[in-house]
């Protein structure tokens, strides 16, 4: 089968054309072993593009730990290149775990994908017990109040006076496992420049530090303004780049827009 090695603002993928076999059963001891940086590909997650009957294709999603996710907001962004150079449209439609979602070309190498609306109640997220997901009444060394939003997978989101000196690999991988959250969770770390622009830190479940996060990036942005901290549309620099986010007013919907590279093609062996 042939993959394909890209990265959306330096998250990085090995995507994995399994459409000619309708499906690609994969454990996840193989999933890690095709993530591991030293002795496979080397990735942050490892996606599979299916057969749709409803879509252009289905995207399937595993992190470098071998765990089954929902979503990837920037491995959206690269199956749909894909998707679009191959059949020279503008527009794909990819079904996922989470949902459809529907990408569109931005520009060369930039696509925006419709993330859809964002999950806010509870028990959506979700929280092992009722509270206002605007601000949690949860505390850790010192941060406190984080927004939480579910955009396919579930996300909380700290404010930070100094990113650069937030403890992000000590304190992610604490919140991720916290009790509260019963499946575990992505932890942002944002840092509100402007009321136009977020420096944005995740810890992603399953993964650890990312260079960046699509959902990561949505979730920011809805958890920001409801706390009154910027607008709808806010650019989000992360350590891999940058992206735009807008979480239009009118439909509730949630618009990412970024670039995407290539890096190599290749053939993996027969199993």
Same mark, same amino acid.
């Given at each position: ?133 605007? =601000? %949690?009444?949860?505390?850790?060394? /010192?941060?406190?109040?984080?927004? !939480?939003?579910?955009? &396919?997978?579930?996300? @909380? $989101? ?40 977020? =420096? %944005?830190?995740?810890?992603?479940? /399953?993964?650890?530090?990312?260079? !960046?996060?699509?959902? &990561?990036?949505?979730? @920011? $942005? ?50």
């Amino acid at each position: 089968m042939r993959y394909f090695k890209m990265n959306g603002c330096g998250n990085d993928f090995v995507i994995i054309d399994a459409r000619s076999r309708g499906a690609l059963p994969l454990s996840q001891n193989q999933a890690r072993a095709i993530a591991d940086r030293e002795t496979g590909l080397g990735c942050d997650q490892v996606i599979a593009i299916e057969r749709s009957i409803r879509g252009d294709a289905f995207m399937r999603i595993w992190n470098s730990s071998g765990g089954e996710v929902d979503a990837c907001g920037n491995a959206t962004r690269c199956v749909a290149w894909l998707l679009m150079e191959e059949g020279g449209a503008a527009s794909r439609r990819i079904e996922t775990p989470a949902g459809m979602l529907y990408a569109e070309r931005a520009g060369e190498r930039v696509i925006t994908v419709d993330m859809g609306s964002p999950l806010l109640r509870w028990e959506e997220i979700p929280i092992g017990r009722a509270m206002d997901t605007t =601000r %949690l009444d949860f505390e850790i060394e /010192g941060l406190q109040g984080p927004g !939480a939003v579910n955009m &396919g997978n579930p996300h @909380a $989101v700290f404010f930070v006076d100094d990113i650069e000196a937030t403890p992000v690999t000590v304190l992610g991988p604490k919140v991720e496992h916290d009790p509260l959250f019963p499946e575990r969770v992505n932890v942002g770390f944002a840092q509100v420049l402007s009321p136009e622009k977020i =420096r %944005l830190r995740v810890w992603e479940r /399953g993964t650890g530090l990312t260079k !960046a996060c699509g959902t &990561g990036a949505c979730a @920011a $942005v809805v958890a920001a303004h409801r706390q009154g901290r910027t607008g709808r549309n806010v650019e989000i620099v992360a350590d891999g780049g940058s992206l735009q986010i807008e979480w239009r007013a009118g439909d509730d919907r949630v618009l990412m827009t970024g670039p995407i590279e290539l890096e190599a093609t290749g053939e993996l062996p027969a199993a």
